[in-house]
């Protein structure tokens, strides 16, 4: 969808002032949110029905709470996870600065490639697939940030003091939980420590703050639309309008937004190293009709070579070349369906 050149966002149309929302952005009925949401009704549904928080300081308990976790979620808070929470204020901030404080002709500077997936800068949806894809009620910029011959500060924004150095350090902090975590995870299925690490090997990570402009018809769009990260791991923030969603059990169930802690999604590479003993998670976003929301997704996947596969036997999946995985997703487009499933062996 393009005008003029110039790609739209979906900004663009909420600053447009059109009361309803345009047909590309249409969901069918059988995707639109509140057909499908789990509401909790009373507080002793709480418990069952929101993702646990796992405390990182607490050693005696941790690999045990985490592998529950894993095994019955695939997604979970953690809090006392050593990123200062300065930084996850630092970041929220000068992402919602880029969104909220800069014109649309500023923002359009560091517009990404349209025809190149995942190409890093300032876009609005999620994949290059067919022409009946629904579209996303979202906007984004996308960070290269590591290995570190990938960072390229210059072509973040800078209107902000800060944004280049706040989103340099988060980068590194979130390298460190997210080996931190693998190890852990790898200790929850009785493996070393370095297990899944050294077959997802190098980590490449990117960085990518969406931006969910209030929707004037909410009950017909997603923020972002069904599906599970490729890579391995990813660490997540919102701020407190909250959103996201993941699926447990044939139900879509809202995450509580802390703002202290970091929401952990396993993706699918995890799932094809650990055999499928932990699934990725299904998530979406939804929207709502009076508040712009900014969550930030750090996601951790292997080198485009790298060959993924389970360490369990007899293994349940394919070996995998990440860059082949990555090609099949994008081909075929999330949409709701489990694309690892194409991997599994009879
Ligand atoms: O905004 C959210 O909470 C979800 C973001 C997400 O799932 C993604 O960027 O892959
Ligand atoms: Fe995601």
């Known amino acids: 969808m393009e005008v003029e050149g110039n790609p739209i966002r979906v900004q663009s149309i909420v600053q447009d002032g059109k009361m309803g929302v345009p047909p590309q952005y249409v969901q069918p009925p059988a ?44 997604a979970f808070h953690v809090i006392n996870h050593g990123v ?17 404080d800069c014109s649309m002709d500023q923002k359009l500077s560091y517009s990404c490639d349209a ?21 996303d009620w979202r906007d984004y910029f996308d960070h290269h940030t590591l290995p570190l011959s990938r960072r390229n500060p210059p072509r973040w924004p800078h209107f902000s003091p800060n944004y280049r150095e706040v989103v340099a350090e988060y980068s590194d902090q979130m390298k460190l939980l997210a080996q931190r975590l693998l190890g852990l995870i790898s200790e929850s299925l009785s493996l070393p ?26 009950e017909l769009t997603l923020g972002l639309q069904a599906h599970s990260d490729m890579g391995a791991i990813t660490l997540l923030i919102q701020d407190d309008v909250g959103g996201l969603e993941i699926f447990k059990d044939g139900e879509w169930i809202f995450v509580n937004p802390l703002s202290d802690a970091i929401f952990v999604i396993l993706a699918d590479q995890t799932e094809i190293i650990t055999n499928g003993k932990y699934k990725s ?17 750090t996601f951790h996947d292997p080198a485009k070579t ?3 596969h389970p360490v369990f036997k007899p293994p349940k999946y394919h ?28």
């Open 31 to 74: 995707t639109r949110a509140q057909h499908n949401s789990k509401k909790i009704s009373s507080s002793n549904d709480y418990d069952a029905l929101t993702p646990p928080v796992i405390d990182l300081s607490n050693a005696n308990i941790v690999i045990e709470q985490l592998g529950l976790a894993c095994r019955e979620w695939g």
């Open 84 to 100: 200062p929470i300065r930084l996850l204020d630092d970041l929220r901030s000068v992402g919602r600065s880029f969104f909220e």
């Open 115 to 135: 025809n190149s997936p995942a190409s890093e800068g300032y876009g609005s949806r999620m994949l290059v697939a067919s022409n009946d894809t629904v579209l």
């Open 193 to 218: 420590s370095s297990c899944i690490k050294e077959v997802v090997g190098e980590l490449y990570q990117n960085i990518t703050i969406s931006y969910y402009p209030p929707c004037p018809q909410p």
């Open 281 to 297: 998670s299904q998530h979406r976003a939804i929207t709502n009709a009076s508040n712009a929301r900014i969550s930030v997704a």
């Open 306 to 308: 790298r060959k993924i």
């Open 319 to 346: 070996e995998v070349m990440y860059q082949d995985y990555v090609s099949s997703w994008y081909t075929k487009g999330p949409e709701g369906k489990r694309n690892i499933d194409s991997l599994l062996l009879n």
